[in-house]
Every structure is written in structure tokens, then in C-alpha cells.
């Protein structure tokens, strides 16, 4: 039975990012029509594909999309992802990669993506000493892999503890492990280190041997069919999200200051730990302990950050996309990665190297949500997941995504790497929640 438009549910979804757009989508395409869906952004534009930025190519015919922030995905660990891109006709292709590992610019590895290539000598670096780091490499590298296989985490344990419970060796762990997963979660080595060890063994598990993938036309494409069709209300900025007998009351601030509210049948909140803190009294106390970080991403054409300046440092592999992960020391260790991109254009993630601003094009920040024991407890918690691990803990929430017709999704909303992944994740288990089919569930994968 088709539900006539006086009898639909009223939903609101706050946040237009991946997770927002793909909850809205699939509710909008419920077969039976019972829900009307509202989309509210706080910025003047939807947010998936805000921050990107079109370049135009070298022979200046067309303009590349470059997404802030990187958008490349492994097969095997985005298996959801890549499902909705099939069943939305979004075109992506496989994309080696070649990671040249620096250390105050100076590099002295380079990695590619799948082996797809024998790694190329570092400048300056006898042929004795480069073989004699890759046997090195090779050794530690299987080594590692073996313990994310065959070694389970324990529970609460952190990356650091199981590093050094695996004995891992620690340069391999500083200087190619750490940069390596800080160019993906976008945050600094020491905090990656109090990362669930769960969350690094997960992923490595299911990107072993997958290759690497570009969506062709950057997640633009994805933001255009995701949103077809959609109502949406921008420069929208919720104040508060409060339930009541009846259904839940949204309050936002529009963009002359003036507040508005509006009562929903249910509330999807498609933002950020801290915004949901802020805006939602149950799990104020809660949303404090998950930990976040403001991360900025800039794109420039500024080539002295790769190599010393050496702009042929782009021209290892034709074929292959350079990520130059450069790590410093002074304080802590923490890594700047720097993506090629096919057009020419760079784009420095978490930059501390000096770039001149004549030759900035346009820069970005967004809210990277991290992990720990703590907040993972807490995650798990609300979505229901390991209840026989956590019971009745007094340092867990007892709210539930659901309760009081409020849900959460985002990328952060699983029991794994804050990535894209789980966005699409959490946004189905909300139509799993709502008896709303998800299309792409039974769509072959034919790439």
C-alpha cells in the first residue's frame, strides 16, 4: 500500500555530507512512499562536495574535479561504497599508486600501490644500502601482515599496546607504518596510536591485495544523483534537537539570525560527534569523549614541498597518482601527505611544510572525527553492536540510535575507520530500522 502525502512521515535530515545524502536518498525512494524527507545544511551549498574545487588541465582544454578531501578508496574494504556507485552509475576506475616516503623532504623510500612497479632508489642512496632497506621492508612488512591476520586485538586494546605486545619493529612502525595510515585518518602519529588496534587490523585485512580507485568524475557525481529530486534547506544552522510525546522538534537559525522550528516525525543526524553534543541533550556528557580534530587541506601548485623542489619527482610512473608522505620530527611525529593530481594541481593535507601563497588555489578545513578504546565503547553502544562485550557499563550511553525517533549516522558511526564506508553503512541501517529497502544491497558488482 502507497501512503498518500497527508500520511507520510515527516523526516528531517541535518547535514548533507555522504552519510545525510545517502539516508535521504534512500528514504525518498521508499517503494511506498511513506516518508517526506527535508534535508538541512548549515553551509550555502550541499556539503559532499563543498570543499572541491575544479582545475583546469594542462592542455587547458577541460577542468578536473579534485575533491577535498581525497576521495580514493580500496576495493576491499569499501564493499558498500562501491555497490552504491555501480547501482547509481557513478564510473570509477582502478588507480595505482606510488608513495614516496620523506623525512624533512628528503625522501628515502618509495612504495607502490600493489607492487606495480619495483620501488625506485632514493637520490643519494647507495645500491647496498636501498637493497638492504628493501629486504629490510619486505621482512617487516610480512611480519606485520601476519599479526593483523592471525594476531586478534584485544579488547580496548590500542594500536600502540598491540605494536608493542606484537614486538613490531618500531622504526617500521615510525617511519612507514604511522605515515602510511596518517595519510588516510589525516592526524597526527601520536594520536593514531591510541587508535582501537581493531581499526588497523580490520583494514589492512580487507585492503590486502585490493586495488585502489578514483571515482572519474569526483564525488560531484555522486552528490548530483544522491540529491535528485531532494528538498533541502541551506544556510541552516540546527540549534537544537529536542523530542517530545508526538515527534521531534527541530530548531535551526537562519542566515539573517532569525531561529525557526519545525516538529518532524523523525530526526537523522547526519554531523559530526561535537555537533551532536551541542544540539542534543541525551548525548551531550557522551559526544564529549569522542575525540575530534579541525584538519585543513589546501591545493596549490607550489612543487617545492615534493622532493626539494624537484617537480620530476611527479614523473616516477606515468600511469600511477604520487602520494609524497613527508614526516617530521620537531615536537612529534606527524605526516603532511601531498596527492598529485592528473592535472598538475597538489593537495597537502594537515600542511606544516611552508607554501607560497601566490600559488595556493583554494584551501578547506573539515572536522576529522579520530578514535580511541573510549569512544569506540561508546560508538558501539548506541548502535547496539557487542552488547554482550559492553552490558550495563557505567562509561557507555544508554540512549540507542532510534530512541526518542533520533538517529545518527556519519562515517564515525561503526565499529571501524572513520571513512566513507561507514557512512553508507550507518545510512542503511537506518533504512533497515525504517523498512526501507536498499537497492544496491542485491546489485552485482560488475567492475
Wanted: charged residues 20%; aromatic residues 10%; hydrophobic residues 35%.
Amino acid at each position: 500500500m502507497i501512503a498518500n502525502a497527508e500520511s507520510q512521515q515527516r523526516v528531517a535530515v541535518v547535514g548533507s555530507g555522504m552519510a545525510g545524502l545517502v539516508t535521504a536518498h534512500l528514504l525518498s525512494q521508499d517503494g511506498r512512499r511513506r516518508y517526506s524527507v527535508k534535508v538541512f545544511e548549515s553551509g550555502n551549498t550541499l556539503s559532499l562536495d563543498s570543499a572541491s574545487v575544479s582545475i583546469p588541465n594542462a592542455a587547458g582544454t577541460s577542468s578536473d574535479r579534485v575533491d577535498l578531501p581525497m576521495r580514493a578508496f580500496a576495493g576491499g574494504f569499501y564493499s558498500n561504497l562501491r555497490s552504491m556507485y555501480d547501482y547509481l552509475g557513478i564510473q570509477y576506475q582502478s588507480q595505482p599508486f606510488l608513495f614516496e616516503f620523506a623525512q624533512s623532504k628528503a625522501p628515502y623510500y618509495a612504495h607502490a600501490s600493489n607492487l606495480h612497479q619495483l620501488p625506485a632508489r632514493p637520490t643519494g642512496t647507495s645500491l647496498i644500502s636501498h637493497l638492504c632497506e628493501v629486504l629490510y621492508l619486505a621482512a617487516c612488512y610480512v611480519y606485520f601482515s601476519l599479526c593483523c591476520f592471525f594476531i586478534v586485538p584485544r579488547r580496548g586494546e590500542t594500536l600502540q599496546e598491540y605494536v608493542d605486545r606484537t614486538w613490531t619493529p618500531e622504526r617500521f612502525v615510525t617511519y612507514y607504518v604511522l605515515p602510511l595510515i596518517s595519510g588516510v585518518t589525516t592526524c597526527p602519529h601520536n594520536l593514531l596510536l591510541e587508535f582501537p588496534a581493531s581499526d588497523l587490523t580490520e583494514y589492512k585485512k580487507r585492503t590486502h591485495g585490493a586495488p585502489h580507485y578514483t571515482v572519474t568524475e569526483g564525488v560531484r557525481g555522486a552528490q548530483d544523483r544522491l540529491a535528485k529530486g531532494l528538498s533541502y534547506e541551506l544556510n541552516a544552522a540546527i540549534t537544537a534537537v529536542e523530542p517530545y510525546e508526538k515527534g521531534v522538534r527541530l530548531s535551526w537559525k537562519t542566515l539573517d539570525g532569525q531561529i525557526r522550528t519545525e516538529m518532524f516525525d523523525k530526526v537523522v543526524l547526519a554531523v559530526a560527534p561535537n555537533v551532536v553534543g551541542q544540539v542534543f541533550e541525551p548525548l551531550r556528557h557522551s559526544m564529549a569523549c569522542v575525540p575530534t580534530a579541525l584538519v585543513e587541506s589546501v591545493v596549490h601548485t607550489d612543487y617545492t614541498v615534493l622532493n626539494c623542489g624537484h617537480e620530476e619527482s611527479a614523473n616516477h610512473d606515468s600511469a600511477a597518482q604520487l602520494i609524497h608522505l613527508n614526516t617530521t620530527t620537531s615536537g612529534e611525529h606527524k605526516t603532511e601527505s601531498h596527492h598529485v593530481q592528473p592535472c598538475g594541481a597538489i593537495v597537502t593535507t594537515c600542511p606544516f611544510s611552508d607554501m607560497k601563497p601566490s600559488q595556493i588555489t583554494h584551501s578547506a578545513k573539515f572536522t576529522r572525527v579520530l578514535r580511541s578504546p573510549q569512544s569506540q565503547r561508546i560508538v558501539n553502544s548506541i548502535f547496539g553492536l557487542d552488547q554482550l562485550r559492553y552490558g550495563e557499563e557505567k562509561s557507555v550511553p544508554q540512549w540507542r540510535s532510534g530512541d526518542d525517533n533520533v538517529f545518527l549516522v556519519g562515517g564515525w558511526c561503526w565499529d571501524g575507520m572513520v571513512l566513507l564506508e561507514g557512512c553508507v553503512v550507518s545510512a542503511m541501517r537506518v533504512a533497515d530500522a525504517l523498512g526501507v529497502e536498499v537497492p544496491w544491497r542485491q546489485h552485482k558488482n560488475t567492475m
